[in-house]
């Protein structure tokens, strides 16, 4: 028997398949939801992921869990019905085919020459719009004019859309567990925004992974997935059995995705557990993929607590001391200190990296070194889990805002800031950034509130001496701030510089032979310990400047390096660093009180003695009255600190109270209180609700 033989007998032996969509459409479903089951499990078994929970709560992650995959599927088919409706032989008739071809031409002229709105968006989104329509419109004319082709062009297509979606599986699989390793979530804002900065993330993947290991892996499994699905049916004469057939599957279709659509937006949120694992294994990554990407500004009077704006207002106006209008002025006695000012926000510094808080791996000596010879603040927590939220709180001084922070917004500009205080001093006031300022929308955040923006960009030649895809060393910026704050010190001009640090951020790379290290050099810790090496010495070379001895350093994180815990708001990964250094001013002391990122500059300005007419929900931590509270955010949750009761506020108007207890170690527990402690809640909506309404 020959190989045409054997062949003809091999599919013989398949059930043969006339239309192609109502065989594979159970097929990718069923498929999905045990996609689905393995995902929870490997998710499961991550040593992130703290378990623990009762037999409902496991019955809950698997069965809700299984129909939130059943619905994402269901619309995660309408791209393979698409392709299913152009399988047809009708396309290929006359005048329907001519005016096909027409039609197909003209757009893809208008989208290859004409100004579409997928260059409003900018980034790689036209070139592979682009791409796309100049693609679909040579493969049909392909198919027009070359009729031989048809038939084994329509098997083709069907067989790389079953290989498509085998692969985008597997390779799904790959990326939440990956992302759930660093993040302790399944895909959310951070996801969204990763994927916008396109550039900067495939850069840091392709520094960060064995790339050519991990796509070979995921294709061999793709292929693995597609002949496990595929191999039981015949295809050679499939695609569209008739009219009728294809009328059915498209009203199945639409009203399968429509229901899948509905049930996971309407009745997602109320899924959830008191635990934040076990809520995040029940859902589904693509869908929370999606949810993120249109819920990345979150309307707080729609989602959150409420009480009436007068009295949120009142309540608010007197936490902060501030008049009817939302101003205070402060005014003190005596002359005021109009000493350099240089803040150094450090990428990802957790604080139990420090010695001082329980690490016992020595990488931070020269921060635990200018701590101890600082103004030091034990109890204050950041503001949120993102660069952003952090460059907020220390720029305008308010509590973190629902869904995205301000800093991503196109209205950020305008504001009242730590900038426009100190410019009204006199001072020059920069952002420094050794990466691309477009990234995070951090230029426009910037320069719309009056900073001078130094990112890479603006560095002279040969001042970059080490970079990666997010932007230069530690190093290289530092001696970039060293070269400014030495003009403006000759130009006799007080200077404020904001420096925000990049080196301990994924791929954890760095100059050769500044450290040692006993273990993976390109490993979250070996980073932490050359930034704390980076920010020795430049305190080191300022050390020796003319103008040292008249500046003050803040030096804060800007946010933990990681966030996820049994709780979606677990204190132990909003603890950070923060002290104020400036030897002959400030003497070294450490500061109990629980405070928040917000609260670090106008501290800071009280020390210098400034009057000015403020608008800053943070207050003077050293004041005899202020307020101990720490508020801390994710993108949806919005946590509110104070007198050992963690607030959580949360979409569609869910509240819930932790009881704290503080453990040696800088450890904190969370025990859910059964009981609502109105004050805390009050003050909470109060804050929250003024900061996000802009009251």
Not at 53 to 73: S, Y
């Amino acid at each position: 028997m020959n190989d045409s033989q054997l062949l003809k007998v091999s599919e013989m032996s398949r059930k043969e398949i006339k239309d192609w969509f109502s065989w594979y459409a159970p097929v990718l479903a069923l498929t999905a939801v045990i996609i689905g089951i393995l995902t929870r499990i490997i998710l499961i078994l991550n040593p992130v992921t703290v378990t623990g929970f009762g037999l409902g709560t496991w019955v809950k992650i698997f069965t809700l869990g299984a129909v939130n995959d059943l619905a994402f599927a269901a619309i995660a088919l309408l791209p393979a019905f698409l392709v299913y409706s152009f399988l047809g032989r009708w396309k290929y008739g006359k005048p329907a085919g001519w005016i096909l071809w027409a039609v197909l031409l003209a757009a893809t002229l208008y989208f290859v020459f004409c100004n579409d709105i997928s260059d409003e968006y900018g980034g790689p989104l036209p070139m592979i719009v682009n791409a796309v329509i100049s693609l679909i419109f040579i493969c049909f004319s392909l198919k027009w004019f070359i009729p031989s082709i048809r038939d084994g062009w329509r098997r083709a297509a069907m067989h790389a859309t079953m290989f498509i979606y085998a692969f985008l599986m597997v390779a799904n699989v790959a990326s939440e567990y990956t992302f759930w390793d660093e993040f302790g979530v399944r895909y959310n804002f951070i996801a969204v925004d990763y994927l916008v900065y396109t550039n900067e993330v495939i850069g840091n993947i392709m520094e960060s992974y064995n790339i050519p290991l991990m796509v070979s892996g995921a294709l061999l499994a793709g292929a693995l997935l597609y002949w496990l699905m595929t191999r039981g049916a015949s295809l050679r004469a499939a695609g569209v059995s008739s009219l009728k057939r294809w009328f059915i599957n498209f009203c199945i279709s639409a009203v399968s995705a429509l229901a899948g659509g509905m049930w996971l937006h309407y009745d997602y949120r109320s899924l959830g557990s008191d635990d934040a694992f076990a809520t995040q294994l029940q859902q589904n990554g693509c869908w929370d993929f999606l949810e993120a990407f249109n819920s990345n500004e979150l309307d707080y009077n729609q989602f959150y607590a409420t009480i009436p704006d007068a009295e949120a207002v009142g309540i608010q106006r007197s936490l902060c001391n501030m008049d009817s209008t939302g101003a205070r002025q402060i005014v003190r006695d005596g002359e005021e200190l109009h000493k350099n000012i240089i803040l150094i926000t450090i990428e990802s510094l957790s604080g139990d990296f420090l010695s001082r808080y329980g690490c016992d791996r020595g990488i931070t000596p020269n921060i635990d070194s200018l701590a101890r010879e600082s103004l030091v603040f034990d109890n204050l927590f950041a503001t949120g889990n993102r660069t952003v939220r952090g460059l907020e709180a220390v720029t305008l001084c308010i509590p973190p805002s629902s869904g995205e922070s301000i800093v991503k917004r196109k209205d950020c500009g305008g504001r009242f800031s730590t900038g426009s205080v100190l410019r009204e001093k006199g001072y020059v006031t920069r952002y420094i950034y050794g990466g691309d300022s477009y990234f995070d929308n951090m230029g426009a955040f910037f320069g719309g509130n009056g900073y001078e923006v130094v990112d890479r960009s603006e560095y002279l030649p040969g001042e970059v001496t080490f970079a990666n895809i997010w932007g230069t060393c530690d190093e290289d910026s530092y001696n970039v701030a060293l070269r400014l704050c030495d003009a403006d010190h000759a130009a006799g001009r007080p200077f404020f510089n904001h420096i925000m640090t990049i080196s301990n951020h994924r791929p954890y790379t760095y100059p050769e032979g500044r450290i040692s290290y006993d273990g993976n050099p390109m490993s979250r810790r070996a980073a932490v310990k050359y930034t704390d090496y980076a920010l020795g010495k430049f305190i080191s070379d300022a050390s020796r400047r003319p103008w040292f001895a008249n500046t003050v350093f803040v030096v804060v994180a800007d946010h933990c390096a990681s966030s996820a815990g049994k709780t979606s708001l677990p204190l132990d990964c909003y603890h950070i660093p923060a002290f104020i250094y400036s030897p002959g001013l400030i003497a070294p002391q450490a500061v109990e009180k629980v405070c928040s990122q917000i609260d670090l500059m106008p501290t800071l300005f009280s020390l210098l003695n400034f009057s000015y007419g403020s608008r800053f929900y943070g207050q003077d931590i050293l004041s005899p009255g202020f307020r101990e509270r720490a508020f801390m955010a994710t993108y949806q949750d919005l946590g509110y600190y104070a007198d050992g009761i963690l607030t959580v506020l949360s979409p569609v108007r869910k509240v819930q109270q932790f009881a704290i207890t503080r453990h040696e170690g800088w450890k904190y527990t969370e025990d859910l209180l059964e009981d609502t402690v109105q004050p805390a809640l009050t003050e909470s909506v109060a804050y929250y609700q003024c900061a996000n309404l802009g009251l």
